[in-house]
């Protein structure tokens, strides 16, 4: 199966984050929100015309600009 990213992830769906595929900068930024390998992620909504996605992780709740969301692959364990 293909690797996907965040950002085709439709709403209500999960998966494990493998890699956030970025500079280092980003990287630390993201791992401070939490958004890190090992780390389930599930898409709550997507703003429409490209704009951001809604995203849960543990029990937060964050908006990730879709450019950001493309570089986050996703675990072939989706659940839904």
């Given amino acids: 199966m293909m690797a996907r990213t965040l950002d085709q992830l439709e709403p209500n769906q999960d998966g494990i984050i493998s890699l956030v595929k970025a500079g280092p900068e980003l990287v630390r930024r993201m791992s401070a929100l939490g958004i890190r390998p090992g780390r389930r ?40």
Avoid: K, W
């Fill in 41 to 80: 992620v599930q898409v709550i909504r997507r703003a429409p015309l490209g704009g951001p996605l809604q995203v849960r992780i543990g029990h937060t709740d964050l908006m990730i600009r879709r450019e950001d969301a493309a570089r986050i692959s996703i675990d072939n364990g989706l659940l839904s």
